[in-house]
């Protein structure tokens, strides 16, 4: 779970020419500003169905009835556990004394700068950019309650046919696309050392089996 924050409300000043033959698409690139707004996000990795509100806020009140709202509409019988960032309004003390009062919820923190790990973050990828869907870069949006209700209906459409997303992270190969990528004089410096690889890949491993445990 976690929050996508200042999500723009844009409208286009003149529509969009869609494509059609001999011409491509057409698209303004002056905008209308509407305000931003704000959402919370939590994905049951099970099923990849996604459970997201509006908020008008990201502090710890907002995510203590976030939580009390995945609380309420899962099964009281399963347990809960939750993968999120370290963010303030996850760690603050008022979060912990509630998570303390539900035993039935266990959290799991991603390590800093390991957003990668949150399932949630590919559903928030799809909303934005995944190119047969992207709605909020190429969206148009007249209002705030305009941008909250395309983003609704998306969600519903989405959780209609969700499939779980199948996650896997190989070192070897990620390391053999930074050689292909990067500046040699950098290559050869930051990763033909055995010791670093060592390190950055059982650093790795050692997150994923954190979270998978």
């Not at 976030?66 to 999120?84: C, Q, S, V, W, Y």
Request: aromatic letters at 8%; charged letters at 25%.
């Amino acid at each position: 779970m976690d929050e996508k924050t200042g999500i723009q409300a844009n409208s286009r000043l003149y529509p969009t020419r869609r494509t059609r033959p001999g011409q491509a698409e057409r698209r303004e690139f002056e905008y209308r500003r509407h305000g931003t707004v704000s959402i919370a996000a939590a994905m049951d990795v099970a099923t990849g169905q996604v459970l997201a509100e509006r908020i008008e806020r990201n502090d710890s009140a907002t995510f203590i009835a976030f939580l009390r709202g995945l609380n309420r509409l899962t099964n009281p019988a399963l347990r809960l556990h939750l993968i999120m960032d370290n963010g303030s309004s996850h760690t603050s003390r008022a979060t912990r004394a509630w998570l303390a009062a539900h035993p039935r919820i266990t959290v799991t923190h991603t390590p800093k700068h390991a957003s990668w790990l949150n399932m949630v973050e590919q559903w928030f990828g799809v909303l934005t950019r995944r190119p047969t869907r992207r709605l909020l870069r190429r969206g148009d949006f007249t209002s705030r309650e305009d941008l909250e209700a395309q983003i609704t209906a998306f969600t519903i459409r989405h959780n209609r046919t969700a499939r779980p997303y199948q996650w896997r992270y190989d070192a070897d190969a990620d390391h053999a696309r930074h050689h292909q990528t990067a500046p040699a004089e950098y290559t050869q410096a930051a990763w033909s050392s055995p010791t670093l690889t060592k390190a950055t890949t059982s650093n790795r491993q050692r997150t994923c089996e954190a979270l998978h445990n």
